[in-house]
T-cell receptor
Framework: DAKTTQPPSMDCAEGRAANLPCNHSTISGNEYVYWYRQIHSQGPQYIIHGLKNNETNEMASLIITEDRKSSTLILPHATLRDTAVYYCIVIGRDNFNKFYFGSGTKLNVKP | SAVISQKPSRDICQRGTSLTIQCQVDSQVTMMFWYRQQPGQSLTLIATANQGSEATYESGFVIDKFPISRPNLTFSTLTVSNMSPEDSSIYLC?????????FGSGTQLSVL
């Protein structure tokens, strides 16, 4: 039970910002939003996570709505190497044995 | 982050044989997780492996088919037993860190 909804695919032009949405309307107060990506046949790569504040790191920014029912992962300047499946996961920090992956969003970055 | 070494990275096996996949972590971890990713699908949790106790299997996975060892806090193995072509998948181990789950590079298994 992934508890999240993501569009199956998105396109983005190289050099532009990629904004990947995720709906998680049933999120609980102690659950975090995690984002991972998987480049073809490799292990998933951690990108970022947050609870309620917006977060930024060297890879991406995470914007969480005030009601926490949705979030957006932003890749500020997408490159061809960012082409991957992006997974949004909602999980409590003491429940990593319930870390379920949904279908994710296939991001296609085009020249 | 965590450095996770998974071996083999890929293998082609005959029907009816078994394959053991190894996962080595660079530091001690309490829980290790084994996932399966069938072609074109998302990841599915097989089991959680704690050191010193039997692994906990998710619905649809059984110990006879996927026996797991966890001899210490940095190592685990997953065996895929009596393989059939339906077992062709990527198998991934992962560990918990304070910032989330981290994954090995996976074992791509093809069963003929």
């Amino acid at each position: 039970d992934a508890k999240t909804t993501q569009p199956p695919s998105m396109d983005c032009a190289e050099g532009r910002a990629a904004n990947l949405p995720c709906n998680h309307s049933t999120i609980s107060g102690n659950e975090y939003v995690y984002w991972y990506r998987q480049i073809h046949s490799q292990g998933p790569q951690y990108i970022i996570h947050g609870l309620k504040n917006n977060e930024t790191n060297e890879m991406a920014s995470l914007i969480i709505t005030e009601d926490r029912k949705s979030s957006t992962l932003i890749l500020p300047h997408a490159t061809l190497r960012d082409t991957a499946v992006y997974y949004c996961i909602v999980i409590g920090r003491d429940n990593f044995n319930k870390f379920y992956f949904g279908s994710g969003t296939k991001l296609n970055v085009k020249p | 982050s965590a450095v996770i070494s998974q071996k083999p990275s890929r293998d082609i096996c005959q029907r009816g044989t078994s394959l053991t996949i190894q996962c080595q972590v660079d530091s001690q971890v309490t829980m290790m997780f084994w996932y399966r990713q069938q072609p074109g699908q998302s990841l599915t949790l097989i089991a959680t492996a704690n050191q010193g106790s039997e692994a906990t299997y998710e619905s649809g996975f059984v110990i006879d088919k996927f026996p797991i060892s966890r001899p210490n806090l940095t190592f685990s193995t997953l065996t895929v037993s009596n393989m059939s072509p339906e077992d062709s998948s990527i198998y991934l181990c992962s560990v918990e860190r304070s910032s989330g789950l981290f994954f090995g590079s996976g074992t791509q298994l093809s069963v003929l």
